[in-house]
Nanobody, 119 residues
Framework: QVQLVESGGGLVQAGGSLRLSCAASGRTVSSHVVGWFRQAPGKERDFVASIDWNSGSARYADSVKDRFTISRDNAKNTVYLQMNSLRPEDTAVYYC????????????WGQGTQVTVSS
């Protein structure tokens, strides 16, 4: 019973930056993992990054490692995705999602926010 709302998407030129936010409500996200996924037109949804809420431990897809940074603000119940050095292939709808620690399936999802990177 977690509600997730993404924001921060938009249009940016290649090489630029955006910061996405995912605000959680409804229940505490302690003992949960929060992830970012993206889906480009005509493509399947792919994993981008995730963070363990309690420990702050993060992991990244190889395609975004060293360009994107995931973080969380405990007081605001919000997870951020800082995206730097953006490329046209980063264009997608970005979703945040959450799952319990130790569970493989993300079972709560936000509505998504559009990121478009122009060449």
């Amino acid at each position: 019973q977690v509600q997730l709302v993404e924001s921060g998407g938009g249009l940016v030129q290649a090489g630029g930056s955006l910061r996405l936010s995912c605000a959680a409500s409804g229940r505490t996200v302690s003992s949960h993992v929060v992830g970012w996924f993206r889906q480009a037109p005509g493509k399947e949804r792919d994993f981008v990054a995730s963070i363990d809420w309690n420990s702050g431990s993060a992991r990244y897809a190889d395609s975004v490692k060293d360009r994107f940074t995931i973080s969380r603000d405990n007081a605001k119940n919000t997870v951020y995705l800082q995206m730097n050095s953006l490329r046209p292939e980063d264009t997608a709808v970005y979703y945040c999602a959450t799952r319990r620690f130790g569970v493989s399936v993300y079972n709560y999802w936000g509505q998504g926010t559009q990121v478009t990177v122009s060449s």
